[in-house]
């Protein structure tokens, strides 16, 4: 893989990582939205204010490991196995993942938005900031500002 395609993934997600807010307000869990609302069948569940990559980029591979028991803590984390992401990393990722995929390659994610709740859980398995943001902290990923994935 090109240099120019690590850089651009880098300068993508450090720019909106500075362009997010810490204080932003957290959304309705996804955990329970998807369980209270479920939506009809063939449908994408919405999460008010994020976009679901299924329904944006088809061909992003989704291996949410956190809703498996194939992670760190070898325990189902969240029930949901969707990546949710704030819209304009949605894009970004989507764009990215369209240039790899006119090489050829693809993106595949395993972690995306995390509720707040799934941080605790995760705290709680591993309470050391090495590894996982204290919850009080709150991350990244609690924003649905970071993706961890591969290529």
Not at 28 to 47: A, E, T
Not at 98 to 121: H, N, S, T
């Amino acid at each position: 893989m090109s240099k120019w395609i690590l850089v651009s993934l880098s300068l993508i997600f450090t720019g909106l990582l500075f362009s997010c807010e810490q204080t932003e307000p957290q959304p309705k869990m996804i955990i329970q939205l998807v369980k209270s609302q479920p939506p009809p069948k063939g449908k994408i569940p919405r999460l008010e204010g994020f976009t679901n990559m299924r329904a944006l980029s088809p061909t992003i591979n989704q291996d949410i490991r956190y809703a498996t028991k194939n992670n760190f803590v070898g325990e189902v984390i969240y029930d949901c196995p969707s990546c949710y992401l704030r819209p304009e990393v949605a894009l970004a990722l989507d764009s990215v993942n369209k240039e790899l995929r006119a090489k050829g390659i693809g993106i595949k994610v395993f972690d995306c938005y995390r509720p707040l709740p799934a941080q605790q859980k995760l705290w709680d398995k591993v309470p050391n900031a090495s590894y996982v943001t204290p919850p009080n902290k709150g991350s990244m990923h609690n924003r649905g500002m970071a993706v961890d994935l591969t290529i």
